[in-house]
C-alpha cells in the first residue's frame, strides 16, 4: 500500500521560492512573469538574504488558518478519496507496478509545484502550491507529477541508452503526460495542456497512443521520432 505524508514547512517553501526566483525559466516558460515588477525588482539578482527578507513578508498571509486548512483537508480528502483508482490506472498505463511506496505531498506558496525524486529510495515528494489548492487543480498535478516518477524509474535509461539527450528525455517526460486527459477524464475534469514549447511532441503522442496504448511502444517510438526529427524544428 502506497502511503502519503503531507507536510507543511516554511523553510522548504522558502527554499523552493530562492530556487525559482534564481533559475526562473523552465520549459520556456518565465515562473516569475505573473508577479509585480516591484516584487522582482526586489528579490531579483539580490542577496539570498534579501531575498528571504521579502519572500517571508510575501508568503505570510498564505499562512492562515484558510490556506492550512485547504492543504490539510481539501488535498488530502480528495487523494484519499481518489488514491487507489488512480494508482490502478497507472500501473496500467504503463503496464508497471507502482515504483515506490512512500510518497510525499509539500506544501508552497509559490506558484510553481516542483517534485523531488531520489534515486535509490523509495520515496517522491511533490509540492502544491497555493494557486493548485485555490483551483482545485490537485488531481491532475497529482497524477501529473506521478506520470513522471513511472518515466524516472522505468523509462529513463531506456531513453538515455536510445542516444535522446538528457533535455530531450526531460521533453518527452514532460510531454508524456497528456495522457492524463484520455485516461482519467472521469476523474480530472480539467485538461493537461502541456507546455508551448512541447505542442509538436504532444500532437504526435496523441496519434500514437489513439493507435495502441501501449505506453512502451509510445516511448519507444517517440525516441526515434525525437532521434530522426530535423535538430532545428
Not at 110 to 134: A, D, H, M, T, V
Not at 194 to 216: D, S, T, V
Amino acid at each position: 500500500m502506497v502511503q502519503i505524508k503531507y507536510i507543511i514547512s516554511k523553510e522548504e517553501d522558502i527554499s523552493n521560492w530562492i530556487k525559482f526566483i534564481n533559475y526562473p525559466t523552465t520549459y520556456g516558460v518565465d515562473r516569475l512573469k505573473d508577479y509585480s515588477e516591484e516584487f522582482k525588482t526586489k528579490v531579483v539578482n539580490k542577496s539570498k538574504e534579501e531575498q528571504i527578507k521579502v519572500i517571508i513578508q510575501t508568503i505570510e498571509p498564505y499562512y492562515s488558518k484558510e490556506h492550512i486548512y485547504l492543504f490539510k483537508i481539501k488535498l488530502k480528502n480528495k487523494i484519499k478519496k481518489n488514491k487507489l483508482e488512480i494508482i490502478k490506472r497507472l500501473e496500467k498505463i504503463h503496464s508497471k507496478k507502482f515504483p515506490v511506496e512512500y510518497i510525499i505531498c509539500k506544501y508552497t506558496t509559490f506558484g510553481c509545484c516542483p517534485y523531488q525524486y531520489r534515486e535509490n529510495k523509495n520515496w517522491f515528494g511533490i509540492f502544491f502550491s497555493k494557486q493548485i489548492l485555490e483551483q482545485n487543480l490537485e488531481l491532475l498535478v497529482f497524477v501529473h507529477e506521478l506520470m513522471h516518477l513511472f518515466f524516472h524509474y522505468y523509462f529513463w535509461d531506456y531513453c538515455e541508452n536510445k542516444g535522446l539527450t538528457p533535455t530531450e528525455i526531460q521533453d518527452l517526460k514532460e510531454s508524456v503526460t497528456t495522457i492524463v486527459n484520455y485516461e482519467f477524464n472521469n476523474i480530472i475534469e480539467i485538461k493537461d495542456d502541456g507546455y508551448p514549447i512541447h505542442q509538436r511532441l504532444i500532437q504526435k503522442i496523441k496519434e500514437i497512443w489513439a493507435k495502441n496504448k501501449n505506453f512502451e511502444n509510445l516511448v519507444k517510438e517517440m525516441c526515434d521520432y525525437i532521434l530522426n526529427r530535423p535538430k532545428l524544428v
